[in-house]
């Protein structure tokens, strides 16, 4: 009603206890496509918290409304970016989702601000791909780091963006081939492979971007899962 009105709904809940209203996210706001921010703390796995606190369904449920956007800052400085973006946005709901816990912070010569569906490419490598979700992004510096003391260069990407995700907005340099790293803090919400188009098409040897084979693949963004 308040969002019908003109006004803008902050609901502040634990991941794990969003999932019981999924019926009255998708019926009430998502079909309307009315301007609530949801914003949900305890999002992945949260350890001692108990099994009924683990949020580690909230990026395959959320994924699956229709006109949801759904964003998962990197690190306590992007968290305030992300509200403040939750809070302009109009076009619909949107979900910002955040981990239990005290937040890194990630150093940054650069930083850019929100774009709708557009990652931010933290490291440049030319082997191994690592597709970062969330605070999982920290553990993906940290394995390139390893990597490239063994001489194998990564890419990192901060995803931002779980929804809407767009391959082709991803800018790596080059024409590369990469062993593909997804990483998502739950067992049940990888967001790339778990897509039924980019899924079948990395079983088939296909380019996940545009289904081409790669003889014929023109993207940036190929990649090569293992």
Do not use: W
């Not at 502040?12 to 009430?28: E, K, W």
């Not at 403040?84 to 650069?110: H, M, S, T």
């Not at 996940?208 to 790669?214: I, S």
Request: aromatic letters at 8%; proline letters at 7%.
């Amino acid at each position: 009603g308040m969002a019908a009105g003109g006004l803008k709904p902050v609901v502040s809940l634990y991941s794990t206890f969003m999932q019981r209203a999924y019926d009255q996210i998708l019926h009430d706001v998502c079909i309307s496509k009315l301007p609530v921010l949801f914003t949900l703390d305890r999002s992945g796995i949260v350890g001692k918290d108990g099994e009924t606190h683990q949020g580690i369904f909230d990026i395959a449920y959320l994924s699956s409304m229709p006109n949801m956007t759904v964003l998962s800052p990197m690190d306590g400085e992007e968290l305030v970016e992300a509200l403040n973006y939750g809070i302009a946005y109009q076009d619909g709901p949107i979900a910002v989702r955040y981990p239990r816990g005290r937040a890194f912070l990630q150093e940054r010569k650069e930083k850019k601000p929100f774009e709708r569906g557009r990652a931010e490419v933290l490291a440049q490598g030319d082997q191994v791909l690592f597709l970062a979700v969330g605070n999982m992004v920290e553990t993906a510096l940290q394995a390139a780091k390893m990597l490239d003391r063994q001489q194998i260069h990564a890419t990192v990407v901060n995803m931002r963006f779980v929804k809407p995700r767009k391959p082709r907005r991803i800018k790596l340099s080059g024409e590369k081939s990469y062993n593909l790293c997804p990483c998502c803090y739950s067992p049940y919400c990888d967001p790339f492979l778990r897509h039924p188009n980019v899924e079948r098409r990395l079983r088939a040897g296909l380019c996940p971007a545009c289904g081409k084979p790669k003889s014929r693949c023109s993207c940036r963004s190929s990649l090569k899962a293992k």
